[in-house]
């Protein structure tokens, strides 16, 4: 089945790489009938993937309590993911995703107090300058239906695709099968859009979970029938859910510990690649394991069953290697079984850095011998999903904060993980393997601290029109 592109908000599909400005605004509506009205106004401006290099972009995603206040029929409500109607900060979810301690919502800059987000809207532009007159156009335009403005998160590409530690990042990202077509990709695994896009088949051979409405429902004729569900029409289709996390990273504490464990700068970079299982310049271990390789900076044509089983190369725990663990789980008993179940596992990350870079050019040498300038910089992780639970949530909580991950037993993430010490609970040591040996690195601080996130449902361009339409008889 072929994609539908035009009722698909571009972010999902092109990533709008080429507008290096981008600002996300999160509002809140203070009245119905004018929020569906801001609405309306709103979605024919809203870029769809068939834009493929846009000036300008428009983005939107609602936060369950913002469909709520729109009054959205409460069936309809009640057909979105448990996961999305509870929201991250719900106790379970806390529990889940390692929401306690330093990364516990209370200690979170926006996001805590679910009611006062109803929308996220990313405005994407070429530069900073029209970035600004696309943010005041649009701020105007919200005020003018009482639409309130809570929070703006500026973000700041970086030089060489590097994030704030210094690694080059967003390397590896599932290829959509439906998008490929003749494309020769070799032995490249593609993967069914129905893992991201609500309203296609997924790696189950089902329809991606999705919400739904009464075809008899007033303004419901603009959507598509349900192929499995009779008399309801899909809200979801072309849509997905968006999860939305503000990672703060303290980069001077992560470089101060490693130089702590190491006799010399290289050796501190050394280390730090083992935690993050690629060279800064994204070269991975697994192909490289004593230098980096320029040539393999964009490599990720690999595995781990065949080359690196017992992690002598990419230590189990890293980074790369707990976030997409691609053939090998010790969990499993063959290669083709790992692939299997990592593949259940994949998000689309859509992502951008945020804060003034320790280096301008993102150069090693001068971000070790900084000096802490206080600055706040970090991360706004995004990613898409069709099922929150089983793929952004299983990842965080049974490989991200898992401390007996990979036959570990006192280990988290070493980048993002939650590390602490709870009674019997330690998770703030990392282990490397080696010959005769390991080396096993003890009392990790955080070094990436949770400061706001939400659930958000990033609809098609035709579910958008129906909300905005929608009104009780």
Known sequence: MELELSDIQGLAIRGHGHLLSAR?????????????AYLAELEPLITTATERKPDVARQLAFTYSGLQFLQL?????????????????????????????????????????????????MLFAEGEEDLQQLVDQELTRASAYGVKHQVSLPTAMLHDQKEHFGFR???????????????????????????????????????????????TQQGAEVLSGHPDLPGLVDLGRNGTYLVFRQLKQEVFLFWEYLKSQSSSMEDSIALASKMVGRWPDGSPLVLCPFKNDPSLAQANNFGYWDEDRDGMKCPIGAHIRRTNPRDHLVTETSKKDSTEMVAKHLMLRKGR????????????NEILAAEDDGEDRGLHFICMVTDIRRQFEFV????????????????????IGNHYQEGSVVTDRFSIPRYP?????????????????????????????????????
């Not at 990709?185 to 991606?208: H, R, S, V």
């Not at 965080?396 to 980048?415: C, I, M, R, T, Y």
């Not at 990436?448 to 009104?471: D, E, M, N, T």
């Open 24 to 36: 996300y605004l999160l509002l809140q509506f203070t009245d119905s009938a004018n929020g569906k």
């Open 169 to 215: 990042d967003d390397i590896s990202r599932p290829i959509i099968s439906e998008l490929v077509k003749d494309k020769e990709l070799g032995t490249t695994p593609t993967f069914p859009a129905g893992e991201f896009i609500m309203g296609y088949k997924n790696l189950y051979d089902e329809y991606a979970p999705s919400p739904l409405v009464e075809e």
């Open 353 to 364: 850095p945020y804060g003034n870079p320790v280096s301008k050019g993102m150069v090693l």
């Open 437 to 473: 040996v390991r080396r096993r690195l003890e009392n990790l601080p955080n070094f990436v601290q949770v400061r706001g996130g939400g659930y958000f449902f990033f609809p098609g361009k035709k579910a958008l029109q129906f909300i905005s339409k929608y009104h009780e008889d």
């Open 73 to 121: 029929p409460e069936r309809t409500l009640g057909s979105f993911s448990r996961e999305f109607r509870e929201g991250m900060t719900e106790a379970h979810r806390q529990f889940i995703l390692g929401d306690f301690g330093e990364h516990s919502p209370d200690n979170w800059d926006w996001g805590n107090n679910p009611s006062e987000i109803h929308l996220l809207l």
């Open 396 to 415: 965080q909580n049974n490989w991200v904060n898992f401390h007996k991950f990979g036959g570990s037993e006192e280990d988290a993430d070493p980048l």
